[in-house]
């Protein structure tokens, strides 16, 4: 699972893969499906109110929510991207912040890496 900032969209991004099940000629299977959650958020950092009455009884959003408080509490809003660089490569072009749900930690990773960084210590 995923979360991200999209700050193009100004949009957190939650993105998770379900096992599914299929039935197909009397046969039954399992699919992984992709799912995705997504909540504006404005330029000074706060939610959009529709979204989060929407998806606020979603499992997922207590994970958009902090990840929201932490980028607040640095002081991120509006849209300060410049100082960061990607744990990966070190480039600081196209620099957003990811949320690392298992850590509670926030990472910056360039679009290059945006969905997945090969070395394990991004932080």
Excluded at 48 to 67: L, T, V
Excluded at 69 to 83: A, C, D, S, T, V
Aim: charged share 25%; hydrophobic share 25%.
């Amino acid at each position: 699972m995923t979360v991200r900032f999209d700050q193009n969209r100004r949009r957190f991004i939650c993105r998770w893969q379900e096992p599914t099940q299929v039935v197909i000629d009397k046969k039954t299977g399992t699919i992984n499906r992709s799912r995705v959650i997504s909540i504006k958020v404005s330029e000074t950092g706060k939610l959009n109110k529709r979204d989060c009455n929407r998806h606020e009884g979603h499992p997922m959003y207590p994970h958009i929510d902090r990840f929201n408080r932490k980028l607040n509490q640095m002081n991120y809003f509006p849209l300060k991207q410049e100082g960061h660089k990607c744990c990966c490569c070190g480039t600081s072009e196209s620099v957003s912040p990811h949320y690392d749900i298992g850590t509670k930690t926030i990472m910056w990773l360039c679009t290059e890496h945006q969905f997945g960084c090969p070395t394990a210590d991004c932080n």
